[in-house]
């Protein structure tokens, strides 16, 4: 397929660099779809294996008429601010050099606020003070998840912030203008080949990157003189 189109097969995450909505919206749809239907070729209860319909929107036992339906983890991600800076952590396997918000899934029973607080708590130690929703976005990686976006602040003066190394590599506070500088950094898997710099942030399709924009322009917007 490489050689009759003339191009080659790229990991979707490098992808959604040079993605616009509509077709990473798509091709993220289509690969959470593929990866569902992989992991669901068989009944939870008879064993035997389901059947797909023409749309491939639902799968089907045969034998006790059971219907399954694509489903979605919910997953909270948090940005956290102290007011002047906002804070961003990475895993052990986020490409290198890659700073996100704190993210994390809803555990049964827990509410969205609940699922926040823990998690903060859980990886970097921090008690929130307020809470603010921002928005959604369907996430495939790494098995199709809803991506709750919240903005969560901290009182001043507690932010020592205690990395829970059985979850994070890392985890930091950044000032207004590093992260400003962050988000203009363009494909930062191909310039991380010829240069060094401190951080990068997830795509602008990213949940993540939303986030991260909206306090650097809630930030901006309130140092402006009045």
Known sequence: METELKGSFIDL????????????SLLSTAQALL????????????GQPTKKNMA??????PSNKIIYYPQMAPVVI????D?????????????????????????????LEEAVRREVAE??????????????QHWPFPNSSLMIACHATVKPGQTEIQV???ELEAAAWFSHDEVITALKRNDPYTQQ??????????????????????????????????
């Open 83 to 111: 007011g002047t800076r906002c804070l961003l952590a990475r895993q052990s396997s986020f490409p290198k050099g890659m700073y996100s918000a704190l993210a994390g899934f809803c555990d049964i029973g827990e509410s």
């Open 123 to 136: 990886e970097v130690g921090l008690e929130i003070e307020r809470l603010k929703f921002s928005a959604s």
């Open 164 to 166: 829970n190394v059985r």
């Open 193 to 226: 080949q010829n240069e060094a710099f401190p951080f990068w942030v997830p795509p602008k399709l990213a949940i993540a990157n939303q986030l991260i924009k909206e306090w650097v322009e809630k930030s901006t917007y309130s140092s402006l003189p009045a």
């Open 35 to 46: 990866r569902w239907h992989d992991a669901h070729q068989f009944c939870s209860r008879s």
């Open 13 to 24: 995450r490098k992808a959604l660099f040079w993605l616009n909505v509509k077709d990473a």
């Open 78 to 81: 948090t940005l956290v601010s």
């Open 56 to 61: 491939g929107s639902k799968r089907v036992c």
